[in-house]
């Protein structure tokens, strides 16, 4: 008889427990906390594997190999990738993530055309984070003005960095009329809506592929190879295809309140009302509905939302910025937009007791720092939250995930190196996770025994025998090196000693990145902002 052993690469199902109950708890996803860490160096790789089945995907790269810009980052070794430890005390919620996303990241270009690579490829972050548990906003909270800082603001439940609005650069350095990341460097986003500052991966926009992940009406074709937004006539192999129920928490920002993809309840207030696109509360300075028409005036006035969200005495700019112009269109900056309560003719929309039916050519979901009060499937009591804002098709609106300011208190998470009470550990990821098998079947016609186990790729493994259970015989070792392996063991049982017992051992890793989380310089909240501007 024949065993045919195939290893399952996965993580363990979260056990119930009251704590588990909480969002900030429960939400992260670990799904392939057990797989490397991988990327498409370039279209090519992708192209290859897209359409022959090739496996070209790297677990490891050096983007110096890549010619056409100087460039940075390397991963000499495998990492594990999205969240590999959740832990949680009574006050605190811990999260360790090498701050790579589990889809495959890239290929990332610096043009339209695909054809110049971007100026860096992602590393290991080893992001050592805490959340509080309890955050209690009440629903007439009143916002502290927060401004959000370059760098990474929050964590999207994959572990991955999420960026504000900005890409971190102003015209002349001035500080004022300050430059939009997804309408200036949204070319070097991946399909995923992520690219990295020098070695840190991060989303600035719409995170596509985590919410593909997270079931969030939104499918993905794997035969398509990526050549931009569909809405500039490329193809995306991420497309929107809402199924009429809530979007899950796709990340939790520094002020500890969750992120949602795009879609929520028509009433705020009501859980049985249909779920449709929330609608972006900003729109472009462009002469209608009363906004200032930035392309006949100039930009020197500010909007109103820098005098309310920042605290500037007036909308007159310090300094004046370049006229709409095909070098400088509209949208290229932040101030480029209006907030719609400003204007004429709109409503901020609290629900149907109040607002009537929903109008979107009048009302807009998301307050000026880009959340609402409302219920959601994970608070049915009602928080306030951050929505993602897309157009129907998929492309990100502006403020995207998080714009200028938070909305909460963003002193309340930070990066920790070490923990210093009492937790309970939730999950541990492909480093530190034991295996556990999940089923053994046997087939009368082949006479194999196929034994399922949850693992980690990179792990070595060996099936050991034994007829008595006190002796047993070491099988031969191999390593999980893919997804789903199988390995055949050729020893015969002899017929009439039927009863052999096997038992599974982890004998060791093969080499990978064990950065300690909390230590490294470029990754995790609060890291550098953006690299060198794109081309124009």
């Known amino acids: 008889m024949k065993l045919a052993f195939t290893i399952k690469i996965s993580v363990l199902t979260l056990a119930s427990s009251p704590a588990l109950a909480e969002p900030i708890i429960s939400s992260w996803h670990t799904?392939?906390?057990?797989?490397?860490?991988?990327?498409?160096?370039?279209?090519?790789?992708?192209?290859?594997?897209?359409?022959s089945g090739t496996t070209a995907s790297v677990t490891t790269w050096d983007?110096?190999?890549?010619?056409?810009?100087?460039?940075?980052?390397?991963?000499?070794?495998?990492?594990?990738?999205?969240?590999?430890?959740?832990?949680?005390?009574?006050?605190?919620?811990?999260i360790k993530a090498s701050g790579l996303a589990t889809n495959i990241m890239g290929p990332w270009h610096f043009d339209e055309a695909k054809t110049e690579s971007f100026i860096s490829f992602p590393g290991n972050a080893a992001i050592f984070y805490h959340y509080p548990r309890m955050t209690n906003y009440p629903a007439d909270y009143t916002s502290p003005r927060n401004i959000s800082q370059l760098g990474a603001n929050g964590l999207g439940v994959d572990g991955v960095p999420i960026f504000n609005s900005s890409d971190g650069m102003s015209y002349n350095d001035a500080g004022v009329w300050n430059r939009d990341a997804f309408f200036n460097e949204g070319v070097t986003f991946d399909a995923g809506n992520a690219h990295q500052a020098m070695e840190m991966f991060h989303y600035h926009a719409n995170p596509a592929a985590?919410?593909?992940?997270?079931?969030?009406?939104?499918d993905y074709d794997p035969t398509v190879v990526f050549t931009g937004l569909v809405s500039t006539g490329g193809y995306n192999?991420?497309?929107?295809?809402?199924?009429?129920?809530?979007?899950?928490?796709?990340?939790?920002?520094?002020?500890?309140?969750p992120m949602y993809g795009p879609y929520g309840y028509s009433d705020p207030t009501d859980a049985t009302s249909t779920v449709r696109r929330m609608i972006t509360g900003y729109q472009m300075r462009d002469g209608s509905n009363g906004s200032y028409d930035l392309p006949n005036n100039g930009r020197d006035l500010l909007p109103q939302w820098v005098v309310t969200l920042n605290g500037a005495a007036n909308t007159n700019a310090a300094s004046a910025g370049p006229g709409v112009s095909a070098e400088y269109p509209l949208g290229n900056y932040l101030e480029d937009y209006a907030f719609k309560a400003d204007l004429t003719g709109f409503d901020f929309y609290e629900s149907?007791?109040?607002?009537?039916?929903?109008?979107?050519?009048?009302?807009d979901d998301?307050?000026?720092?880009?959340?609402?009060?409302?219920?959601t499937p994970e608070f049915p009591n009602g928080t306030w939250?951050?929505?993602?804002?897309?157009?129907?098709?998929?492309?990100?609106?502006?403020?995207?995930?998080?714009?200028?300011?938070?909305?909460?208190?963003?002193?309340?998470?930070?990066?920790?190196?070490?923990?210093?009470?009492?937790?309970?550990?939730?999950?541990?990821?492909g480093a530190t996770k034991a295996p556990s098998i999940e089923s053994m079947t046997a087939d009368d016609t082949t006479e194999e025994v196929t034994l399922v186990w949850d693992g980690s790729e990179g792990g070595i493994y060996r099936v050991d025998s034994s007829t008595d259970l006190?002796?047993?015989?070491?099988?031969?070792?191999?390593?999980?090196?893919?997804?789903?392996?199988?390995?055949?063991?050729?020893?015969?049982?002899?017929?009439?000693?039927?009863?052999?017992?096997?038992?599974?051992?982890?004998?060791?890793?093969?080499?990978?990145?064990?950065?300690?989380?909390?230590?490294?310089?470029?990754?995790?909240?609060?890291?550098?902002?953006?690299?060198?501007?794109?081309?124009?």
């Open 63 to 94: 983007a110096a190999t890549i010619t056409g810009n100087p460039m940075v980052g390397d991963q000499p070794l495998p990492v594990y990738a999205g969240v590999q430890e959740n832990s949680y005390s009574d006050d605190y919620v811990y």
């Open 352 to 363: 149907v007791a109040i607002n009537g039916a929903f109008d979107a050519a009048t009302d």
């Open 237 to 257: 192999p991420y497309t929107e295809s809402p199924n009429g129920t809530h979007s899950p928490i796709i990340a939790w920002i520094n002020d500890g309140i």
């Open 470 to 536: 006190d002796a047993w015989a070491e099988g031969t070792e191999f390593t999980a090196a893919s997804q789903e392996i199988t390995t055949i063991d050729a020893t015969s049982l002899q017929v009439d000693d039927p009863r052999v017992f096997y038992r599974l051992v982890q004998a060791g890793l093969a080499d990978y990145d064990a950065t300690e989380f909390g230590t490294t310089t470029g990754g995790g909240p609060g890291g550098p902002g953006e690299g060198p501007p794109p081309r124009q």
């Open 31 to 51: 799904e392939k906390s057990g797989n490397y860490a991988r990327i498409w160096q370039n279209q090519a790789d992708e192209t290859a594997e897209k359409t």
């Open 385 to 429: 939250a951050y929505f993602t804002c897309i157009e129907p098709e998929g492309t990100p609106v502006y403020p995207y995930n998080l714009g200028n300011n938070y909305f909460g208190d963003s002193s309340l998470a930070s990066n920790v190196t070490d923990i210093t009470e009492t937790v309970t550990v939730v999950f541990e990821g």
């Open 366 to 375: 998301l307050n000026e720092y880009n959340v609402r009060y409302c219920v």
């Open 210 to 218: 985590l919410r593909h992940a997270l079931e969030d009406s939104i």
